[in-house]
């Protein structure tokens, strides 16, 4: 079975440019996040998708950030415009329906985002 | 606010040697706690988790962890290190009041030197 996977694996953009991350769930997979690393600090929740209905949207930082997830299948994360300080890495997990606290999440591996 | 706390940066030990990487949690609510592994250029590998029930859990390769509710402790042990543990470790928690995000904590590097 297909694990979770992410493209770009690596992106080096300019500030001010456009970056779109992509994920590919686990097939079957109804329950859809994203993550974000910066910096080496913690590993922060930015978002929760069910098929293609944002169930949790806090930790998105600002409104350069939207994700979608149309058909309920693969997602994307645009940033635009970036900055420097959204450099990290992107983390995109998948767990099956009906989910839960405490279903495992399987993590993709994740797109190494620079902002120079 | 829910927080997970990694105290060391990094973990140093001789192969052979057992192993602790520590994790202490601030929730409100029931914990569900978990612990993940990531290799370079590797995405987050699970290695266990605690839901409920037996305070000690065990999981792949060889790890477990203790879950200590009085100290709100989950701890990550291995009795026996190999070079290739050597990796980045978190360890994360999810509450039933709190939804299905996971509270990561910043990481620990364990370095198992041969």
């Known amino acids: 079975e297909a694990g979770v996977t992410q493209f770009p694996s690596h992106s080096v953009i300019e500030k001010g440019q456009t970056v779109t991350l992509r994920c590919d769930p686990i097939?079957?997979?109804?329950?859809l996040y994203w993550y974000r690393r910066v910096m080496g600090k913690e590993i922060k929740f930015l978002l929760h998708?069910?098929?293609?209905?944002?169930?949790?949207e806090s930790g998105m930082p600002n409104n350069r950030f939207l994700a979608e997830r149309t058909g309920g299948t693969y997602s994307t994360l645009k940033v635009q415009p970036a900055e420097l300080e959204d450099s990290g890495v992107y983390f995109c997990?998948?767990?099956?329906?009906?989910?839960?606290?405490?279903?495992?999440?399987?993590f993709g591996p994740g797109t190494r985002l620079t902002v120079l | 606010a829910q927080s997970v706390a990694q105290p060391e940066d990094q973990v140093n030990v001789a192969e052979g040697n057992p192993l602790t990487v520590k994790c202490t949690y601030s929730?409100?609510?029931?914990?569900?706690l978990f612990w993940y592994v990531q290799y370079p250029n590797r995405g987050l590998q699970f290695l266990l988790k605690?839901?409920?029930?037996?305070?000690l859990v065990k999981g792949s390769y060889g790890f477990e962890a203790e879950f200590n509710k009085s100290q709100t402790s989950f701890h990550l042990k291995k009795p026996s290190a190999l070079v290739s543990d050597s990796a980045l470790y978190f360890c994360?928690?999810?509450?039933?009041?709190?939804?299905?995000?996971?509270?990561f904590g910043a990481g620990t590097r364990l370095f198992v030197k041969a």
């Open positions: 998708f069910v098929k293609e209905s944002k169930q949790d």
């Open positions: 994360a928690v999810r509450t039933n009041t709190g939804g299905f995000k996971t509270i």
């Open positions: 097939s079957g997979h109804d329950n």
């Open positions: 997990a998948s767990s099956q329906p009906p989910g839960g606290p405490y279903n495992e999440q399987f």
């Open positions: 605690y839901i409920t029930g037996d305070n």
């Open positions: 929730v409100s609510g029931n914990p569900y």
